[in-house]
């Protein structure tokens, strides 16, 4: 069984920076990938970025690419979302998940959701 908790969202402004955080609990966590999603109100869950267990094989969504970088510490048991440049539309709550079996991009392929954390972005 693997656990895991969202932290690090807030309000920020246009243009500015936030890294998100995922802590896993659970030895299990360092063989899974990891995905971030996001869903703002009244809209499907959103593919962000995947890592695979060692930390390669990246995918961007690519709204975010060159400006979100997606990384994790195994030795931690905790993954990454560091966001710059953030927009109005990036504007949602982000969830990371871990052990997808299946296309990375699709919220059904994993087995194991956090609580989310809100990411609001002001002008």
């Known amino acids: 069984q693997v656990q895991l908790a969202e932290s690090g969202g807030g309000v920020v402004q246009v243009g500015g920076s936030l890294t998100v955080s995922c802590k896993a609990s659970?030895?299990?966590?360092?063989?899974?990938?990891v995905g971030w999603f996001r869903q703002a109100p009244g809209r499907e869950r959103e593919f962000v970025a995947a890592i695979d267990w060692v930390g390669g094989n990246i995918d961007y969504v690519d709204s975010v690419k060159g400006r979100f970088t997606i990384s994790r510490d195994n030795a931690k048991k905790t993954a990454y979302l560091r966001m710059t440049g953030l927009q109005l539309e990036d504007t949602a709550v982000y969830y990371c998940?871990?052990?997808?079996?299946?296309?990375?991009?699709?919220?059904?392929?994993?087995?194991?959701w956090g609580q989310g954390t809100q990411v609001s972005v002001s002008s």
């Open positions: 998940a871990a052990q997808a079996v299946g296309s990375r991009r699709l919220p059904g392929s994993y087995g194991y």
């Open positions: 659970g030895h299990a966590f360092r063989s899974y990938s």
